[in-house]
């Protein structure tokens, strides 16, 4: 039975808002919702074409069929009941571009039990948050990967949240100590019947990238997701003959989903997964695997472009490339296609719902200097003002979104949503946009406190906590300074405590770094002052901040890229 239509119900009470009933039976009555679940599509693929590959895992040297993957979900899914993994509960899946990632998201999914997708950069700080808000029954580590030990993070992790109960690594067992234990173990060997979830239930909590403290978690359905797979499918030519690349972290939204492994899995097409997204990594493949898609945030869309001309390898098989994540800038858009002989395709997309396209038959023009329009026509978009009156097209206002997979409230989260969605389900995303006469997406800026570094998201306030945390600061504020490579990357202006010891940048930075903060959210500069600017009313004016770490000086130059650490000087 589909839980459409009512909140999700939880012991403590509604867990998220949904659809309304009426809304839920016009998006199936559009058949946008086809009345599938993860592991139901996996086992019609397996039985359609069990013999095609669905995932190459370059690293590992291993390229499991489509029969394969679904075999492995199931021996994965009955040894993870054994152990008591039941529907409903929730795992934090941390792993890099590896092959076991699919077969633990798909065992999940069958079990009806939800995946929590945390990134390989995340720290204690922030897994230990995913474990114990969520309740977590398990956590899936890697036993290493960048030079890191998530067996170290994992044991801490358990001593934090005493209520997590398994800790499952993809690793050999002798690679693994007590009382950890390696998914080879897990796998049993027979094949489980289960009831499994229901196309409207709830598949797995995405993260958000957010604008306040603490990280909100995005629940999506089988089937609005699914919708989401198929619908970039059509928009980015995705048949069974394509050949993906995942060259970003597997599973943030955007190489999961636009139209990404998943949609490459939909599609019955082939996934690589790519263990670094560094051209001397990713060019090598593209020409073995005869990649024809991946998707890049610009950074790395950049480097790409520059790097392909003097290859020695073979790029000519890639048919698209798809940007997002931040914005790209229109000069960078114009030299990918002389550079790498692909189409781009620019996607404008979030992981609570709307994402917007660049169509392949689009004119050059639109394609770079737009970030493209919804997938579905039920996509329902808003361009208002500060009062929420909806504006002319063409103008410049905040983004409100509704449609068939945008959600409609956070996880648990009630106070958020009340600020985050108006009373008719609208999201606001915090985008700042413009819409043109063809009705494509222009991004102009951000309304939500946030940094997006090179396309890692950053809420100010998570970070402005932290600095807080420090006996010797009074006061912190985080806003983002250009950066000619990222984007973006961010700068803290602290306010010491009045008598405390003279502090140095690098002090405030390995004071974040050592409360277990992702990398990516150590502030890139740190800078001391007496006060902050103020605007009229005696508010902190962040504006000023802004434009203050705006100004151009002798700052160092260009940052370290995504995923890097920044440097700590
Ligand atoms: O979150 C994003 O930035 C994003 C970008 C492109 C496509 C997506 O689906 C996304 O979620």
Request: aromatic share 8%; with cysteine.
């Amino acid at each position: 039975m589909s839980v459409t239509g009512r909140p999700y119900e939880h012991a403590d009470g509604p867990e998220c808002p949904t659809w309304p009933q009426e809304f839920a039976e016009r998006y199936r009555a559009a058949g946008y919702w086809r009345g599938e679940t993860f592991g139901g599509m996996l086992r019609e693929r397996a039985a359609a074409h069990p013999d095609r590959v669905a995932i190459v895992d370059p690293a590992a040297g291993s390229r499991w069929t489509y029969e394969e993957l679904d075999a492995r979900a199931d021996r994965l899914a009955a040894g993870l009941m054994e152990r008591g993994i039941a529907k409903g509960d929730k795992v934090v899946v941390q792993l890099p571009n590896v092959a076991e990632f699919f077969e633990v998201i798909f065992a999940l999914f069958r079990i009806g039990a939800l995946p929590v997708f945390a990134l390989p950069a995340h720290r204690e700080t922030e897994i230990g948050y995913f474990c114990s808000f969520t309740e977590a029954a398990a956590y899936v580590i890697p036993a290493e990967h960048g030079g890191y030990d998530y067996r170290d993070l994992a044991a801490k992790v358990r001593a934090e949240v005493p209520k997590l109960r398994h800790v499952f690594v993809a690793a050999d067992a002798g690679e693994v100590p007590e009382p950890f234990e390696a998914l080879s173990s897990v796998r049993a060997t027979g094949q489980v019947e289960v009831a499994g979830p229901a196309p409207g239930d709830l598949a797995f909590l995405q993260l958000s990238g957010g604008s306040t403290g603490a990280p909100k978690l995005i629940p999506r359905t089988h089937d609005d997701y699914m919708y989401s797979l198929w619908g970039s499918n059509e928009i980015c030519g995705v048949d069974q003959d394509s050949v993906y690349l995942c060259a970003l972290p597997a599973a943030h939204n955007f190489p999961l989903s636009s139209p990404g492994s998943l949609g490459a899995l939909y599609a019955g097409a082939r996934v690589v997964l790519c263990p670094r997204p560094s051209p001397d990594v990713a060019f090598p493949l593209i020409a073995r695997e005869r990649v024809t898609l991946t998707g890049l945030v610009p950074p790395l869309a950049l480097v790409w472009t520059e790097a392909a001309p003097g290859t020695p390898h073979d790029l000519s098989s890639l048919e698209v490339l798809l940007v997002g994540g931040a914005k790209f800038s229109e000069e960078a858009a114009r030299r990918v296609r002389p550079a790498l002989g692909c189409t781009l395709q620019q996607v404008f997309g979030m992981a609570e719902g709307l994402v917007n396209y660049t169509r392949l038959d689009d004119d050059e023009e639109t394609v770079v200097t737009t970030q493209g329009r919804p997938i579905s026509p039920d996509d329902e978009i808003r361009v208002v003002d500060d009062d929420d009156n909806d504006l002319p097209v063409g103008a410049t206002g905040h983004l409100l979104t509704r449609g068939p997979y945008t959600i409609r409230g956070y996880w648990r989260a009630p106070r958020h949503n009340a600020r985050s969605f108006t009373e008719d389900g609208f999201y606001r995303t915090g985008d700042v946009v413009r819409l043109t006469p063809t009705g494509h997406l222009v991004v102009e800026g951000r309304a939500k406190d946030q940094i997006n570094r090179g396309g890692e998201k950053i809420a100010a306030e998570e970070v402005e906590n932290h600095l807080l945390a420090h006996p010797s600061v009074h006061d912190a504020n985080v806003v983002a300074e250009p950066d000619p490579y990222l984007g973006e990357r961010t700068r803290a202006y602290v306010i010491l405590r009045a008598g405390a010891e003279p502090l140095k940048p690098v002090a405030v930075k390995k004071f974040v770094r050592a409360r277990g903060l992702a990398a990516y959210k150590v502030p890139d500069h740190v800078e001391f002052v007496d006060a902050f600017p103020q605007t009229g009313v005696g508010k902190i004016s962040k504006k000023d901040l802004r434009s203050d770490a705006a100004r151009p000086t002798d700052r160092p130059g260009p940052g370290p890229g995504p995923g890097d650490q920044p440097s700590d000087t």
